[in-house]
């Protein structure tokens, strides 16, 4: 079909139109090729308009689908013109507020005039790592593209910003360099990078300063962030002006180069400056203003230092009250000028630089309002008057002479050959000389300044690559252009040509690769009008050449430019009534140029004298400045006086190359400068738009956007696309939409290229039209619109069958329901009955057929899409996997070839180096030995009997040698003949060993397979036996099932209607409680709650800061450590380091607590020397010396410390003593009954409860008296140094412990009558006799024990017994609870072969056995215990009676009787090893605490703890920490504490993104707060635990800081963990939350794709592995770990809490910015994907986590996608539904809400306005539009004390702490 075919009744067009460019139209008349008029009707007013059409290029231009309008790249429209491009613009600005849109490589950016939410840090991490060609259009996209190419391609990178003034290019250079400080930014310590010195020098110009340091995720901290930002209002300062069209607009070019490292870090910047403004010095337009400066130091007049510049108001200085305007809205002139200030100290101005550098600008000032006065009798001459105030003021504030000042001002040199002559000026020539100064004595000043800043920006470290920002000024036309205009049009010249090469390069790289057929496309080129302005005999070329005439003039210059290129050059021409204009054809527009001042400005020279005045200046910086850059060197300045003419010397000086340059050939050389660096680069542009000069918000004029667009290149960029194949689609993309057009004969799924090739050849007739490539279909401009028309039509087509086919169905079931009717009239009743059966018959059979139909359809279905899966799954891993196999085989062959001719290479050459240097020096040494040799042997040769020796018996022994050498021969031949048999025998042997084995194995295995064999027979048989059984036992018990189903069926619907009454009446109830009281609950609630969140977060914030704060200080502790080294290492090398002598007294190294690594070192680190043997061994004795001497200081310390406890002991005061004795006789007395009644109650009892009881009893009554008991010990104890001597005590009758608790002094003194001494031995008699009956009970339990063992033996053999018998035993009832019960066994059990239902009941029955088993074994334990409690309450009572002693006499058997030798010896057998009872604490020393923590915390690995107790190392610190406690050891227990902690910072450290560890670790931090909290005593955790674990609490020490400690360094791993799960996530969340068809077909087909996507820098395959199922395969793995490491559930309820935050920020976020992504179908996507997370949580029981609703701004956004969105119903229904998204969210969807087919409507604007007011009422919490990823909730660890028993944890050998002993 051709286009004009398209123009057919109905069809939209576009028309001209006089203000809008461009109006929509519609055809009223088909049209014809060959007609010669088109009727047509405007939109907007409705008219009527006929146009004349005299061929098809005067056709008006089609209007794309309502479909393809709005899109994100202007190039995926299917008709690339001018009117198209202009609404699409309109559309996007006006509509949906976006400000951003890509035309191919070009991102276009609007002006808003408004503050846009787009550019916070939320916005930077959105774009982060994300293809542009998916995400909406921003900067950020941009920046992210050159950043990533760079990365990738090892490239520079260049963006390219131009724009008219105020179109906000600088505001978009500046967030461009933002992104790059942010992605840039060091990863160690962001405060302190350099990337702020970046992102401060990039707004520079046009920036506020005080707006730019608001933003607080950039503003520096530091002393050098600070500084680097300074340069910023400096450079505002001087290079930014009010004109009429920007209050702040920058008067120059820039290009910013951000320099980066190998690691892609930002390293320094430096900046380039074009084309300053220097005329608007001296001259500003009406409403303009000069430089910033100026006005704010007249502001800053009445300032101290500023008294001397006699400074006023800036209307009273001629160069800043020419625009008559100097006041700007909302600045502050004074404010500024301390801005600018503070910010030139911080760049290390200093205070007098700084007051030289406002003294010069005070000159400029004051030399403006110098007047020159004519004088009166000779025109020719001017004067200064000598009393003019501001003349003395340029004198001293410049430092120049005054009366020299004032005469060169008015007269000037004229050097001849021979002479220099001295010419007064005409007034208006030294007016003219006078602007010239201050000219060019700002622009040097503002040089200056410009390199200073680069000193401080210049990059220390070597620069791997870099990133230049081009800000620039676009096309300018104004009503008169000068030299200004003419250079920053001829710079747009070159910038267009580059930018049009590069885009048709682009074109044309795509059309390669893609294989494809084309053709040169023809595009404007611009180098003729290059080459008329820089080519030889141009514009500049003569314009230097006039420059050069002593008289030329703009006249002269431009009558050559009409000679030479006037009628000759066709973008040259001259106006009609001009003669000092010209006119060039630029490819934006034709511009005229007025010539007046073109040599002036090119010259740019100042006064040779005013240039020597200056040099000679008493201030440095004046000085500096002029010779810096000056004018054309002269002589020095002459002195006072009249002086007409001066001879001077033959040779003159000429001046040098550089001086001679004007400014357009400078401008020319650097313009060529930045053409080679952008040309060395990948460049990225951005064309910035005025929407409206007014400056008005939202305001969109199209006359003046077009012609913008046009001056900017995005037309040619169109222009260039639509030559092409604009439109382009890949394969899958076009089945997916087109499908609707395809025949089913035509699809081959397999092959889609020929399917899709097949059909667009027969739809589209003209080849020429498309374009087949390898992976893409390419259309001419205008196929997609036809394509979609076709596709439409067969919808509608389709639409209509269907219509046709249901309402003819519907009318013919009435018409035979009518009929049928009738028919039931006449006939008789006999008749229904036949036809209800026939019409049941009927039913029935079609059912049938088509379930048959359907059943067999779907099955078909199902298999080929599995199959076609499968088979490209393993074409595509096979091929995989091949590639990759043979990748490898060839780098591993070519890599050992090279290998193998290189060492041959250097081993040949070696050893041919090697080989040439022995023979020659065996050589020289044959050679002095030969001559040596010969000298003696020409002496010897002169003697006959030497002769006669030589030759005396040589013959004999030539023959004896020559036979025995025979012989030698012989017999190492048969030597090696007998070697080579015995090697033959041994493997002969070898050999045979191995057959004989295997044979071995061979026959065992036989016969094990020949008993198996039997045993499956019999097996089987029995089988079917039982098989038979319980299949009829199976059929009972169904029918009985099936009448039970029935009766619970009738029973729960009678209980359902019950339920639901009560129901009601609950709900009702509820309500209005409710009503009257929940909704002030409410509110406190949310109070509470919002108060304890901020101060978790702000207590949280201030643990990052301080875990930040500590890694800084680490980083720099490890930077000076490295500092110290490199001193050392500089330093005298016999100086052996510190850190060799630096070992523990164990093998293992020492481990530094504050080091940052936290392991140890074995032998010697990186720097140090090899020791040699003897230093070592002296090293190892110095070592072993000095641990000896601590070992004996230690010990003697320990001597001195009891000594002292021993003399405080004795100050003990015996003054009470015989009150205190007479009160233990006393309660020897009541012990005496007691005991009697014990005894007596063992005599008649023969059980334990009664024991116990009796026990129980007394128990209680001692420990009444215990503290009196054992203060009375004391005092006895410590009277021995007060009791005299005696020996009148039978001491072998006591035991050692007797002997230390009561010497026989005192005891002597004690017993005076004897009867105390006959107590002692009744006690002694007493406690062998309880400890015989514990022994009795003992065996006593020990019998029951193995009769209880022997009756579990019984009970297992009746296991057997009836498992042999369930097949034939098995009732129903115990079939019912198998079913029932059993894992993984349902209902259907019944149906199951006879060996599974066996096998089923076989695992229940040993369930039930094992169970029992359990219980039985339970009570054994429970019997054990008791008989260890009854042991220690016996012990305790006996030390408490033989402390207390007395008469027992009473107690033994027989009064008389003695203790016999044999009941002494036996009585210590009670204090066995297997009788101690543990306490639940754990003993080490000193020394071995370094080593328990490098066992338990550094060493310990997560996966080797996996079989251990959860939280076992928590466990054992803890238990540690109690002896320490138990013991009184301060000192142990914070070193302890310290290490743990410090210890599990360092694992942290190392191993800060292995998730299982931070995760075993964050357990285990949280458990060992749990023990720490569980064991301190207070009432609000003793409360939970038993009478044993309070038992076990915490003595001397309060430890509630270091729970702090404990519960912030939790924190911080918790933080360190989520941010490992958000950055395994963070790739996920998008491809499987959004990109994935979890539900396929629902989307309807992809939309066409721009330019954009052809040219992203990250492969979509990446992105594709991804699925839903990913994210719950990891969530998994997450919730598994945690788990299985024993973390509380709590933390993991708020650990998927706040990753399921992640997951939807991530995903809102993305649909924020994806347009695509916002339709119905894909709103169905997402809510399947959130519900399938919700079914996730109650799958892992977190559903009461909170991790569901913190997904609830997704479910709304994916509602928001689904419902209707016409009425006001609707949107009330929106406002009440969406509580969870802003308002900026809403109105974001709704405005990015795009149809994916043209039968789905788009949201109205007036639709959009409606939801708008009613959002004004709503207070939303989130001002911003994208959810904080980096948001947090406040984390707690709710106390979750253990029931575990200290005492019970056993300790693994695996975690190697042997060293530790059980107390």
């Given at each position: ?11 939209q067009?576009w ?5 809008l ?15 010669k008029?088109?009727?047509l009707?405007?939109?907007?007013e ?19 689908p309502d ?10 429209l ?8 202009l ?6 600005f ?11 490589i ?18 930077v991490?959105?774009y ?21 190419q ?42 302190a990078?350099?990337e ?16 730019f ?53 930002i ?12 005329s ?13 400066i ?45 801005n ?12 007098k630089?700084?007051q ?24 020719e ?21 005054m ?15 021979h ?14 000389g006078?602007?010239?100064l201050?000219?060019f004595?700002?622009?040097?000043l ?49 910038l ?19 294989e ?53 050059a ?5 106006p009609?009534?001009s003669?000092?204009?010209f ?6 527009d ?51 006086g ?5 001879h001077?010397p ?6 040098s ?30 064309r ?12 969109f ?11 900017c290149?995005v037309?040619e ?15 899958p ?12 004969t ?5 092959d ?23 992976t ?6 205008g ?32 018409y ?43 099955a078909?279905s ?12 393993q ?9 990759i196999?043979?990748?490898q ?7 050992r070839?090279i ?14 180096h090697?080989m040439q ?29 030497h ?20 012989e ?15 090697q ?10 191995k ?20 045993k499956?027979?019999?097996?089987l ?10 299949e ?9 099932q ?12 009678r ?15 509820e ?21 304890l ?11 990052k ?20 080294q ?5 330093g ?10 630096r ?5 293992v ?11 140890g070192?074995?032998g010697?680190?990186?720097g140090e ?8 061994e ?12 601590v ?8 001597d001195?410390?009891?000594a ?7 100050r ?41 009881k ?58 005076e ?6 107590a ?25 024990e ?10 297992k ?16 009832r ?22 599974a ?16 088993n ?10 054990e ?27 033994t058997?027989d009064?008389g ?24 604490m ?21 996966k ?13 610190l ?11 050891d ?10 743990t ?22 357990a ?23 009478k ?26 918790y ?12 790739p ?23 330019m ?6 990250i492969?979509d ?24 490491h ?12 706040q990753?399921f ?23 169905m ?11 996730w ?34 949107a ?31 949201v ?38 253990s ?8 300790l ?10 059980k107390?």
């Amino acid at each position: 079909m051709t286009t004009a075919e398209l123009y057919t009744k109905g069809a939209q067009v576009w028309v001209p139109h006089p203000e809008l460019v461009w109006q929509g139209a519609e055809l009223t008349k088909d049209y014809k090729p060959g007609d010669k008029e088109m009727h047509l009707e405007t939109e907007e007013e409705k008219e009527t308009i006929v146009k004349k059409v005299k061929s098809d290029e005067d056709l008006p231009p089609l209007r794309n689908p309502d479909i393809l309008v709005g899109q994100n790249d202007l190039t995926s429209l299917s008709y690339l013109h001018e009117p198209a491009v202009l609404y699409n613009l309109q559309v996007r600005f006006l509509q949906n507020n976006a400000i951003y849109t890509y035309c191919g490589i070009v991102l276009v950016a609007i002006n808003p005039y408004e503050q846009l939410p787009l550019y916070g840090n939320e916005m930077v991490m959105a774009y982060t790592g994300q293809d542009m060609g998916q995400m909406d259009p921003h900067i950020y996209a941009v920046a992210e593209e050159a950043f990533r190419q760079m990365q990738r391609d090892e490239k520079n990178q260049s963006i390219i910003v131009s724009g008219e003034s105020g179109a906000g290019k600088t505001v978009s250079a500046k967030y461009a360099m933002r992104y790059f400080a942010t992605v840039g930014g060091s990863s160690d310590d962001m405060e302190a990078s350099i990337e702020q010195r970046v992102l401060a020098s990039n707004p520079i110009m046009e920036t506020n300063w005080s707006q730019f340091l608001s933003v607080g995720e950039y503003s520096a901290e530091s002393a050098i962030e600070r500084k680097v930002l300074a340069s910023n209002p400096v450079m505002e300062a001087i290079g930014n002006a009010k004109t009429i069209r920007n209050d702040n607009s920058s008067r120059f070019g820039k290009y910013i180069q951000i320099g980066f490292n190998k690691n892609y870090t930002i390293i320094g910047a430096s900046m380039r400056t074009y084309l300053l403004e220097k005329s608007r010095i001296t001259f500003q337009a009406e409403n303009e203003r000069t430089y910033h400066i100026f006005y704010q130091l007249c502001a800053a007049a009445d300032l101290p230092e500023f008294e001397d510049f006699c400074l006023s108001d800036p209307m009273n200085f001629n160069y800043t009250n020419q625009g008559g305007d100097p006041v700007i809205k909302d600045l502050d002139d004074l404010e500024e000028f301390h801005n600018t200030k503070q910010a030139m100290t911080l760049l290390g101005f200093s205070d007098k630089i700084q007051q030289e550098i406002f003294r010069i600008l005070a000159a400029l000032l004051h030399l403006g309002n110098i007047e020159v006065d004519e004088n009166f009798k000779d025109s020719e001459k001017c004067f200064i008057d000598p009393e003019n105030p501001h003349l003395y003021a340029v004198a001293e504030l410049l430092g120049v002479d005054m009366n020299q000042f004032r005469k060169w001002m008015c007269n000037r040199k004229i050097t001849a050959v021979h002479q220099v002559i001295e010419k007064p000026l005409r007034s208006s020539e030294a007016m003219h000389g006078r602007d010239a100064l201050a000219k060019f004595l700002y622009g040097q000043l503002f040089d200056w300044i410009v390199s200073k800043i680069n000193n401080v920006l210049t990059p220390q470290s070597k620069e791997n690559s870099f990133i230049g920002v081009l800000d620039i000024y676009g096309f300018e036309v104004f009503e008169l252009n000068s030299f200004e205009q003419f250079c920053i049009n001829y710079a747009n010249e070159k910038l267009q040509q580059q930018f049009t090469q590069h885009v048709f390069k682009l074109e044309q790289e795509e059309y390669v690769r893609e294989e494809i057929t084309w053709s040169f496309i023809d595009y404007y080129d611009n180098q003729p009008c290059i080459d008329l302005i820089e080519a030889k005999l141009g514009l500049l070329d003569l314009l230097d050449e006039e420059c050069k005439l002593p008289k030329g003039s703009d006249q002269n210059w431009c009558q050559k430019l009409y000679d030479k290129h006037l009628k000759k050059a066709k973008h040259f021409d001259k106006p009609r009534m001009s003669n000092k204009a010209f006119i060039i054809f630029h490819f934006a527009d034709k511009v005229e140029y007025q010539a007046e001042g073109f040599l002036e400005k090119n010259r740019d020279l100042v006064n040779e004298e005013h240039i020597n005045i200056l040099r000679a200046s008493e201030f440095q910086l004046v000085a500096d400045l002029v010779s810096a850059k000056g004018g054309v060197p002269g002589p020095p300045p002459a002195k006072k006086g009249k002086i007409t003419m001066k001879h001077l010397p033959q040779k003159h000086k000429q001046p040098s190359k550089e001086m001679r340059k004007t400014v357009g050939l400078q401008f020319k050389e650097s313009l060529c400068l930045l053409m080679e660096t952008l040309n060395s680069t990948t460049p990225h542009y951005v064309r910035c738009i005025k929407p409206n000069d007014e400056k008005q918000a939202f305001t969109f004029e199209p006359k003046r956007a077009m012609q913008q667009l046009r001056a900017c290149g995005v037309l040619e960029t169109i222009r260039i696309s639509s030559a092409g194949y604009p439109s382009r689609w890949t394969y899958p993309e076009f089945f997916q939409r087109y499908r609707v057009l395809m025949v089913s004969t035509e699809i081959k799924r397999e092959d889609m290229k020929n399917t899709c090739a097949t059909v667009v050849s027969r739809l589209i007739k003209d080849p020429d039209k498309f374009q087949f490539g390898k992976t893409k279909i390419f259309f001419r401009a205008g196929q997609v619109a036809y394509m979609e028309k076709l596709r439409s039509d067969k919808l509608r087509a389709c639409s209509i069958m269907i219509q046709k086919h249901i309402r003819g169905w519907l009318m013919k079931r009435r018409y035979q329901k009518l009929k049928q009717l009738a028919l039931w009239l006449q006939q008789r009743t006999r008749g229904i009955l036949a036809r209800r059966y026939l019409k049941w018959m009927r039913q029935t059979k079609a059912a049938t057929t088509i379930q048959k139909r359907f059943r067999g359809y779907l099955a078909r279905s199902r298999y080929q899409k599995m199959r076609w899966t499968i088979l490209r799954i393993q074409a595509w891993t096979r091929g995989k996997f091949a590639r990759i196999r043979f990748l490898q085989l060839r780098f591993e062959v070519k890599a050992r070839l090279i290998q193998r001719a290189w060492r041959g290479y250097v081993a040949r050459k070696r050893y041919w180096h090697e080989m040439q240097s022995i023979i020659l020096i065996q050589s020289c040494w044959r050679r002095w030995l030969a001559k040596k040799e010969l000298k003696k042997l020409k002496i010897q040769a002169k003697s006959v009997d030497h002769y006669k020796k030589l030759n005396k018996g040589m013959e004999n022994k030539i023959i004896d040698l020559q036979r025995k050498l025979n012989e030698q021969n012989k017999e190492s031949k048969e030597l090696h003949k007998k070697v080579e048999v015995i090697q033959d025998l041994q493997t002969q042997v070898t050999e045979l060993k191995k057959t004989e084995e295997v044979a071995k194995v061979s026959t065992n295995k036989v016969h094990e397979l020949e008993d198996e064999i039997t045993k499956l027979k019999a097996e089987l048989d029995l089988t079917k036996k039982e098989k038979q059984m319980l299949e009829e036992e199976g059929e009972i018990f169904k029918e009985e099932q099936e009448m039970l189903n029935t009766a619970l069926k009738a029973e729960i619907d009678r209980l359902a209607t019950e339920n639901k009454e009560l129901m009601e009446k609950v709900t009702l109830q509820e309500e209005e409680f409710q009503a009257a009281h929940v909704p002030e609950l409410e509110l406190e609630k949310q109070e509470l709650e919002g108060e304890l969140a901020q101060e978790r977060s702000q207590h949280q914030q201030l643990i990052k800061d301080y875990a930040r704060m500590e890694q800084r200080y680490e980083n720099m502790r490890d930077e000076m450590t490295l500092l110290q080294q490199g001193k050392l290492a500089d330093g005298d090398s016999a100086v052996p380091s510190p850190r060799m002598h630096r070992r523990a007294g164990s093998d293992v190294s020492s481990v530094d607590l504050n080091s940052e690594s936290g392991y140890g070192t074995i032998g010697k680190g990186e720097g140090e020397e090899q020791d040699t043997e003897e230093e070592k061994e002296k090293k190892r004795l110095h070592l072993l010396n000095l641990q000896n001497h601590v070992t004996k200081l230690e010990q003697e310390n320990k001597d001195l410390q009891e000594a002292l406890d021993v003399a405080k002991m004795k100050r003990f005061d015996i003054a009470n003593l015989p009150e205190e004795m007479s009160d233990l006789v006393e309660e020897n007395k009541k012990l005496k009954n007691d005991i009697t009644n014990l005894r007596q109650a063992v005599a008649d009892s023969n059980t334990e409860e009664e024991l116990v009881k009796q026990l129980d009893v007394l128990t209680e009554e001692l420990m009444v008296r215990r503290e009196e008991v054992l203060t009375l010990k004391t005092s006895m104890v410590d009277q021995e140094g007060h009791i005299e001597n005696s020996d009148q005590w039978d001491k072998e009758t006591m035991t050692d412990l007797d002997l230390y608790l009561y010497p026989p002094e005192y005891l002597e003194s004690l017993n005076e009558d004897g009867e105390l001494m006959q107590a002692y031995l009744t006690q002694k008699e007493t406690n062998r006799l309880l400890e015989a009956q514990m022994q009795a009970s003992k065996k006593n339990a020990e019998f029951q024990e193995q009769e209880l063992r022997n009756e579990i033996a019984a009970l297992k053999e009746e296991n057997i017994r009836q498992q042999k018998l369930l097949g034939q035993q098995t009732d129903r009832r115990d079939s019912a609870w198998s079913v029932h019960y059993v894992p993984d066994v349902d209902q259907s059990n019944l149906q199951l072969t006879p060996e599974a239902r066996i096998e089923a009941n076989l695992q229940h029955e040993i369930t039930r056995l094992t169970a029992d088993n359990l219980d039985l074994r339970e009570e054994v334990e429970n019997h054990e215990k008791q008989q260890r409690r009854l042991k220690k309450q016996i012990k305790i009572l006996m030390k408490r009676q033989n402390m207390q002693g007395g008469d027992q006499s009473a107690l033994t058997p027989d009064a008389g009787s003695e203790p016999s030798p044999k009941d002494d010896e036996g009585g210590p057998h009670v204090k066995t090893k297997d009788d101690r009872v543990f306490m639940g604490m754990l003993e080490y020393r000193k020394e071995d605490e370094q080593k328990l923590i490098k066992n338990l915390i550094i060493d310990l690995k997560p996966k080797s703890a996996v079989n251990m107790l959860p939280g076992l190392p928590a466990y054992i610190l803890f238990m540690c920490i109690r002896h320490a406690d138990y013991i009184g050891d301060d000192n142990k227990v914070k070193s302890l504490l310290t290490g743990t902690i410090n210890g599990i910072k360092r694992v942290l450290k190392k191993r800060n993104e292995d998730f299982e560890t931070v995760s075993f670790w964050l357990a285990n931090t949280c458990r060992l707060l749990h023990n720490l909290k569980q064991y301190s005593g207070e009432e609000s955790f003793a409360n939970q635990n038993n009478k044993q674990q309070n038992e076990h609490c915490l003595r001397n020490f309060d430890l509630t800081e270091y729970r702090q400690v404990l519960s912030d360094l939790a924190v911080h791993i918790y933080q360190m963990m989520i941010k490992i799960m958000e950055s395994k996530l963070q790739p996920m969340i998008v491809p499987g939350m959004l990109e994935h068809e979890a539900i396929p077909g629902v989307s309807g087909g992809a939309r066409p794709s721009g330019m954009r996507q052809r040219t992203q820098s990250i492969s979509d395959e990446m992105g594709g592995r991804y699925t839903l199922n990913s994210i719950l395969k990891q969530l998994s793995v997450f919730h598994s770990i945690m788990t299985t490491h024993g973390m509380d559930p709590e933390l993991v309820k708020q650990t998927f809490r706040q990753t399921f935050y992640i997951i939807g920020a991530g995903t809102l976020n993305n649909l924020l910015l994806r347009k695509e992504m916002c339709h119905w179908s894909k709103g169905m996507q997402i809510r399947y994907n959130v519900s399938q997370l919700e079914e996730w949580c109650r799958d892992h029981h977190l559903s009461d986590s909170g991790a569901i609703q913190s997904l609830e701004p997704v479910i709304q956004a994916a509602q928001l996608l689904q419902v209707n969105k016409k009425t006001e119903e609707d949107a009330k229904a929106i406002c009440d539904t969406c509580k969870k998204l802003s308002s900026q969210q809403i109105i974001k969807i709704l405005n990015l809400y795009t149809p994916v087919n043209e039968f789905e409507e788009r949201v109205s604007i007036s639709f959009i306005r409606i939801i708008q007011a009613r959002l004004k009422e709503r207070k939303d919490i989130q001002s911003t539009l994208l959810l904080d990823t980096k948001f947090s909730y406040p984390v707690t660890f709710p106390f979750n004390p253990s029931s575990l028993q200290l005492d019970s944890i056993q300790l693994p050998e695996a975690l190697n702490v042997t060293f530790l002993r059980k107390v």
